[in-house]
């Protein structure tokens, strides 16, 4: 725990940009032009007009915008069938299409395919079959490859063609039907771009991680992480957006810009907090205390390791090098699905069981504690959490946990006893609010 000193704090600059980027997203999933589809899709920004929108960030804004607004969602999701232990983010995005308008009264932006987001979060799947029997449209799966243990490579190679197959479908079908053609020049500059955005990624991480005090919080990093990934915009600006955040962070922690200026204690979480009480963040800061996020908000970047020379790098041994040749559609599909076929790098299933993937992080992360949650809804979401918080105690580390219904949903999230905990965790530290 460090010791008690004053660091000079900023506006963040790039907020502006930010804003106007997913102020222009939400205007193209509005537009009748677009054939806008429900899932998340690598290949979408290589066709004309295709818009794949993922329940995650719009079931996520929904929740922390408007609280009403959502509870009548799920209310709307509820009276259909669905019970209360369906993920928040389905249940929100569900019942807005059940009342066919969002918060503003403006028509529910129409689904014309899904192609449901593989997740080892088990919902996932399911996510497109409400929004194809609503109204009649295509759907495809994209199967999420997984399992655990050691890599094996003639697994590897079946499981590779499979998940080819998949997405050649996929887009064959989406020529054949909607009249559009499946740019692969454009691909390959969405590749290279993605490419990019991930150093970008990797750098923020690293320098949030080792510079003391940190130059970004995850509350900020939460208001900007899903922008090019699921909330696309167009990759040029993506690539460009990125530049400038990474170029902001390193300069603020150059110069001991700290995002929280009394900071004297670091801690990490596991996964999303609930979407209409970020205050905690904000209210831990009165402590000194500052969240650094989890491998889930630093999954743009992969996840950081330490490798055998002791330094902090990712697990990066799944991508292709860059002079792989990408002659034709099925290579372009594979060089974009790496290497190693199953799942995604940092979301691989026994990252998850393994004792020192968190742990590991924690200490790259210079973590002093842990704040997790137990979620009842939503199972991929809660997997291992209870042992996590053991094997980080283990490690030295104060770890506190709360209960609530998912981060889309705040019906079993008690905010007064939450902050109760947050004031008997901190003091039991020696540690004591400030005002502002």
Request: one cysteine or more.
């Amino acid at each position: 725990m460090a010791t008690k000193q004053l660091w000079e704090t900023r506006p963040l600059e790039f907020w502006n940009k930010a804003k106007e980027l997913r102020a222009g997203w939400q205007k193209s999933i509005e537009s009748v032009e677009n054939v806008v589809g429900q899932g998340n899709c690598g290949w979408a920004d290589a066709f004309p007009a295709v818009t794949v929108i993922e329940d995650n960030p719009v079931g996520a804004m929904m929740q922390n915008k408007n609280e009403p607004y959502a509870r009548r969602a799920r209310l709307a999701s509820e009276v259909r069938g669905w019970g209360r232990e369906i993920c928040g983010y389905q249940g929100n995005c569900w019942g807005g299409q059940f009342l066919g308008y969002i918060e503003d009264g403006t028509p529910w932006p129409r689904r014309r395919m899904v192609v449901p987001m593989p997740c080892v979060c088990d919902q996932h799947a399911k996510r497109g079959q409400q929004a194809r029997d609503f109204e009649n449209m295509p759907q495809w799966m994209a199967d999420m490859l997984i399992y655990p243990g050691p890599f094996d490579p003639v697994r590897n190679e079946v499981m590779m063609e499979h998940k080819v197959y998949c997405t050649l479908r996929q887009v064959n079908d989406v020529e054949r039907i909607f009249g559009q053609r499946f740019s692969e020049d454009r691909m390959k500059e969405v590749m290279a771009g993605n490419k990019q955005v991930r150093e970008y990624g990797r750098e923020i991480t690293y320098l949030m991680a080792q510079t003391i005090p940190s130059p970004l919080s995850v509350k900020d990093l939460y208001s900007v992480y899903t922008i090019g990934g699921l909330t696309k915009v167009n990759p040029e600006a993506t690539v460009a957006f990125w530049k400038s955040v990474r170029d902001e962070v390193k300069w603020r922690a150059d110069n001991h810009i700290a995002a929280v200026g009394n900071e004297r204690f670091r801690w990490i979480e596991a996964h999303p907090p609930s979407w209409h009480y970020m205050k905690y963040y904000r209210y831990m800061e009165e402590y000194g205390a500052i969240c650094l996020g989890s491998q889930y908000s630093h999954m743009m970047g992969g996840a950081p390791e330490y490798k055998p020379d002791g330094s902090i790098g990712v697990r990066d041994n799944y991508q292709y090098p860059d002079d792989t040749p990408m002659e034709t559609r099925e290579d372009i599909f594979r060089v974009s699905a790496g290497k190693e076929a199953r799942a995604l790098n940092a979301f691989k299933i026994d990252e998850y069981i393994r004792r020192d993937a968190i742990v590991e992080f924690a200490k790259i992360m210079q973590a002093d504690g842990a704040l997790l949650a137990i979620w009842r809804h939503g199972v991929g979401c809660t997997l291992t959490r209870k042992e996590q918080g053991m094997y980080l105690k283990d490690a030295g580390l104060s770890v506190m946990h709360y209960e609530g219904s998912q981060p889309g949903d705040r019906t079993d999230l008690d905010e007064k006893r939450l902050l109760d905990q947050l004031d008997t965790w901190m003091q039991s530290l020696g540690l004591r609010r400030e005002s502002k």
